[in-house]
């Protein structure tokens, strides 16, 4: 292997998007901007266009260029890897860094957004956002200095505040919106259509009722026509009992049956106080899809992300 190519300790490996980029000298010239300020930081940086760069280095085998890549991310001592742009390679580099405990920080654009599987990928320890290069400077510095104290290898004790809330955020929105056919097949399976359908499919659209807790209500629960519209109505929406019978096209003492049917079969009483409600549809609606980041908050990391994730597809 070529001089250029062998790795070491201490070395910082920048990666970023390189292939059909729109501007490939202004994007190049962000990469030696990170490099300098990882440099600052007492560390070597890695660019892989200075070794293997697809316009510089076309000559190079692609087996060529994943063996010299791979072989830097893996001995290096952090990966600082731009995510402003989508790229495959990125993706690849930081699971790399994840196989061989190699901590990576992500950089990107207040106003970009990233891709969540990346975001959760446990390797990232940190997420710098910026909105002008100073700040970037400073953030990523600042990124830098908190790693000094984490051991090579162990990247899961170094996740910071933010990017455990990060992870969390990003993992409400997944629970919270279903793709539009997805809803509409759990309200044909739900049994429900005709305004009360339109209800509550405007209420996963807005956000009021989460995706993932139709899909339980659905499945886990087996709730099915008026019993399921009553619920939904009346206890997750709040709407007025008289409004909720005539969605579902019943009297108010009908509704008010199905409610109390409702109740009984997700384990509520059929005289469930408001609080109540309140707690289960916590509890049962909200919590089980973001289970994986609730454990990982709150018992101090003791669980691992796969773990986590694994209990949270069991809910889901």
Sequence with gaps: MDVRTRTGTGEAYVSGALTALEDGARTRLFYELLAEVV????????????????????????????????????????????????????????????????????????????????????????????????????????????????????????????????????SLEQARHLPDGEVAALLRIGELDGECATVIRDAVATGRLFGAGLRDLVGRHALRGADLGVFVLRDVLERPLAEVARLVGADVRSAKRRLEAARARVGLPVDARTADTAQWLVTELIAPPTRALQLHLFDGGTHTHEQGTAQAEDHG
Excluded: C, K, M, W
Excluded at 64 to 76: C, E, F, L
Excluded at 127 to 139: H, I, P
């Design 39 to 170: 440099e600052a930081a007492g560390l070597r940086a890695y660019l892989p266009q200075r070794v293997t760069d697809p316009v510089a280095a076309a000559h190079l085998e692609p087996r060529a260029v994943y063996d010299i890549d791979r072989a830097h991310v893996t001995a290096s001592r952090v990966v600082v890897a731009y995510a402003g742009v989508p790229s495959f390679g990125v993706g690849i580099e930081v699971e790399f860094a994840r196989e061989h405990g190699v901590p990576v920080i992500l950089v990107a654009e207040r106003d970009r957004a990233v891709s969540r599987l990346l975001l959760g990928n446990p390797a990232v320890v940190e997420v710098v956002r910026f909105g002008d290069l100073d700040g970037l400077r400073r953030s990523l510095t600042a990124a830098l200095e908190r790693l000094r104290g984490v051991e090579p290898g162990d990247t899961r004790s170094a996740v910071s505040d933010d990017v455990i809330v990060q992870r969390f955020l990003a």
